[in-house]
C-alpha cells in the first residue's frame, strides 16, 4: 500500500510519546528478541552478592540450610555450577536467584555439556521449594535439564537456556506435581539449528495445573534422529488449566501440545502464539496438538508450517473444545474421533501476507478481506502477540496478530479528490462526503500513524461517524473511493 506524504506536525509530535520502561517483570516478545526485557528486581528476605562458582554454592547451601527467604545476585561471569557429583538442589522456599547487572547474556550458569550423563543427574536447577524465581541470566550445556522441579509457584523471567540435553524445563510428577509455574519473556534454543536427540523439548510439565506461559520464544527444538522432539511447550499427564499465550515458536519439530495419547490434559487455552515451521527438519510435526485434552480453547493462533495439518484435536476423551480465529497455511482436523467446534478460522494464508516469512515473522503486512475484521468477539481476547489492543476496525482480526497500517506520515490538507470532512473541529459526530464518487472505504488513524477505525464495503457518498467517546485530538482520515482513488483528510476532535 502506498504511504501517504509527510508533514512536519507528525514528527513534532511523536517526539512527546517517550515514556519510561515500567519496572513491572513483564515484557513483549519483540523484547526478547532484542534482549531488551527490564529486569526482575524482586527482592526477598536477606541479600546475599556472590561473585564466583564456589560463592554461589555456599550461598546455595546456605539458602537450604536456613530455610530459604533469600535473595542470591549474581554478579556478571561464567560460572560452571552444575556436575553429576552436584548442582543446584533448592530445598528451601521464598528464594529469588536473580542475575545483578540484569542482561540474561552476561551471567552464564553451565553444566559440563550437552550429553547423555545416565544413570547420572545434572541439571542447572533442581526445586522443591516454593516460590523460587530464577531471572535475569543464562542456564545452558547441561546433562538434564535447564530448569527441573516439583515445587510451586516457580517464577522465570527473562532467562535463556541453550543446549540441553533434555527438556529445558520440566515439571515433575514428583509429589503431586508443580502448580500456578510461571515461565515469561525468555528465550529457549538449539544453537546449532537442531537438538542432539529426540528426547527434548521446550516446556515439558506433568501434572501441572494453573501455569501461565507468555512472550517466549522457542527455537530449534527439532530431533535428528528417530523420531520428532516433544513439544515447545507441553502440558500432559494430568495437567489442568494452563495458558500458553504470546510465544513465538521457530523450526520445532511440534509447537504447543496438550495432553499426549492416554496422559490427559484438562481444560486451558493457547492464544496468540506464532509457530513457523519451514519443513527443513527431519521430524516436523503438528503446530497445535490437543490429546485427550477436553475442554480447552485455541484462539487466534497464527500457523504457517509443512506438516499436513496445522491444528489437530485427537481421541475421543478430547471433547468441547472450542477453536476460532485461527489463522493457518494448513487445515485444522480432527483424528481418531476427537470432537470440537470450529469457528472462523482461516486454513488457506498466503505466504505474501507476512511480514517476513522465511525468518518466521507471521505479522501481517496485507490488508486482506478473508481476515481483517473477520474474527468472532471472544471475551479472552483483547490483546493480540505484541499486547496490542484489537480494538482496531469492527471485529477481531483472525490469527495471533491485529493488523495495524502504520503511516509515516500524511497527504496536504487540501481536497484532491473531491472529499470532505466536516464539521472540523467536531464533538459528537463527523461526517464525512464525497462529492466525486461513492465512499468504498475509510482508515482513520491517529498522528502516530496507528489505524484506530476501518469501514469497509460502503458504497456511499456519505458517511457519518459517531466520535462521542474519542477523546480530544487531531485524527488523519483516508478516504478511498470506488475508483480506487485516495486521499486523506485531517480533523481535530475537541470535548
Given amino acids: 500500500m502506498e504511504k501517504l506524504q509527510s508533514i512536519a506536525i507528525l514528527f513534532f509530535l511523536m517526539s512527546f510519546t517517550a515514556a519510561a520502561h515500567s519496572q513491572d517483570c513483564s515484557c513483549t516478545v519483540s523484547e526478547v528478541h532484542n534482549n531488551t526485557v527490564s529486569p526482575c528486581e524482586l527482592i526477598i528476605g536477606t ?252 484462539y487466534n493462533n497464527t500457523i504457517h508450517i509443512q506438516y499436513q495439518n496445522a491444528i489437530e484435536y485427537r481421541f475421543v476423551e478430547t471433547t468441547n473444545v472450542d477453536i476460532a480465529n485461527n489463522l493457518t497455511n494448513k487445515p485444522i482436523r480432527s483424528r481418531n474421533d476427537g470432537e470440537a467446534t470450529l469457528t472462523t478460522n482461516y486454513t488457506s494464508a498466503l505466504d505474501n501476507w507476512f511480514a517476513n516469512l522465511t525468518e518466521g515473522n507471521l505479522r501481517l503486512t496485507y490488508d486482506s478481506n478473508e481476515i481483517i475484521d473477520q474474527g468472532t468477539p471472544l471475551t479472552e481476547i483483547t490483546v493480540d502477540i505484541d499486547k496490542e489492543l484489537r480494538n482496531i476496525g469492527t471485529d477481531l482480526d483472525i490469527g495471533a496478530d491485529e493488523y495495524t497500517e502504520l503511516i509515516s506520515s500524511y497527504s496536504a490538507i487540501e481536497s484532491t479528490m473531491g472529499t470532505n470532512v466536516f464539521p472540523n473541529p467536531a464533538s459528537e459526530k463527523v461526517t464525512i462526503q464525497s462529492n466525486e464518487d461513492f465512499i468504498s472505504e475509510i482508515k482513520i488513524y491517529d498522528l ?38 485516495s486521499e486523506s483528510q485531517v480533523f481535530t476532535i475537541i470535548k
Fill in 47 to 298: 541479600i546475599d552478592t556472590v561473585t564466583n562458582a564456589a560463592e554461589l554454592r555456599l550461598s546455595i547451601i546456605n539458602a537450604n540450610n536456613t530455610g530459604g527467604d533469600m535473595t542470591i545476585l549474581i554478579a556478571d561471569g561464567t560460572y560452571q555450577i552444575a556436575t553429576t557429583s552436584w548442582y543446584p538442589y533448592i530445598t528451601a522456599s521464598n528464594v529469588v536467584f536473580r542475575g545483578l547487572s540484569g542482561n540474561r547474556d552476561n551471567v552464564i550458569l553451565s553444566g559440563t555439556g550437552m550429553r547423555s550423563v545416565t544413570p547420572q543427574v545434572e541439571n542447572g536447577f533442581y526445586i522443591v521449594g516454593d516460590n523460587v524465581t530464577i531471572a535475569d541470566l543464562t542456564i545452558m550445556e547441561v546433562g538434564n535439564h535447564g530448569i527441573a522441579g516439583e515445587g510451586d509457584n516457580m517464577f522465570v523471567h527473562n532467562v535463556k537456556i541453550q543446549n540441553t540435553y533434555e527438556q529445558m524445563i520440566k515439571g515433575t510428577s514428583a509429589g503431586d506435581g508443580a502448580d500456578n509455574g510461571k515461565v515469561q519473556c525468555s528465550l529457549f534454543e538449539y544453537t546449532a539449528g537442531v537438538g542432539p536427540w529426540y528426547y527434548i523439548g521446550g516446556l515439558d510439565i506433568h501434572e501441572g495445573s494453573n501455569w501461565v506461559v507468555n512472550d517466549n520464544i522457542f527455537r530449534n527444538i527439532a530431533s535428528p534422529s528417530q523420531t520428532q522432539a516433544e513439544h515447545a511447550v507441553h502440558f500432559w499427564n494430568f495437567s489442568s488449566d494452563n495458558i500458553v499465550e504470546r510465544n513465538e515458536i521457530y523450526n520445532c519439530d511440534r509447537g504447543i501440545g496438550f495432553g499426549l495419547g492416554s496422559s490427559p490434559n484438562e481444560g486451558g487455552i493457547i492464544r496468540n502464539n506464532m509457530i513457523y515451521n519451514d519443513g527443513t527438519g527431519t521430524y516436523d510435526d503438528v503446530g497445535i496438538g490437543l490429546e485427550s485434552s477436553p475442554g480447552t480453547k485455541v
Fill in 448 to 485: 502516530l500513524g496507528n489505524m484506530l477505525s476501518s469501514y469497509k464495503d460502503l458504497n456511499s457518498a456519505i458517511m457519518s461517524i459517531d466520535i462521542i467517546d474519542w477523546q480530544a485530538g487531531i485524527y488523519i482520515c483516508n478516504i478511498i473511493n470506488t475508483n480506487h482513488k
